[in-house]
């Protein structure tokens, strides 16, 4: 895999993998609310209400400039 390049300029914003876990613990918190709701008498909760994408550890992606940073478009 000498060869093995990015093929899209996109790298995270800061040094986490990945939103894997924040997402995993969001889903489990939206699901546990739901179950715990009594069905005759309350609504649904709403679905913005659990997953804040600006509370999670990676802040999204940023295009880069690839001749500039090598480093990073290697896989």
Same mark, same amino acid.
């Given at each position: ?13 800061? /040094? ?7 997402? *995993?613990?969001?889903?489990?918190? @939206?699901? !546990? +609310?739901?179950? @715990? !709701?009594?069905? /005759?008498?309350?609504?649904?909760? +709403? +679905?913005? @209400? ?7 550890? *990676? ?10 940073? /090598?480093?990073?478009? !290697?896989?």
């Amino acid at each position: 895999m000498s060869r093995s390049y990015r093929k899209t300029p996109i790298c995270g914003m800061t /040094t986490k993998e990945s939103d894997k876990p924040f997402k *995993k613990a969001e889903h489990k918190r @939206a699901r !546990r +609310a739901e179950n @715990a !709701r009594d069905l /005759t008498y309350d609504e649904p909760p +709403a +679905a913005k @209400a659990f997953g804040n994408p600006w509370g999670a550890p *990676k802040d999204g992606k940023q295009w880069i400039y690839p001749k500039r940073f /090598t480093e990073i478009m !290697r896989k």
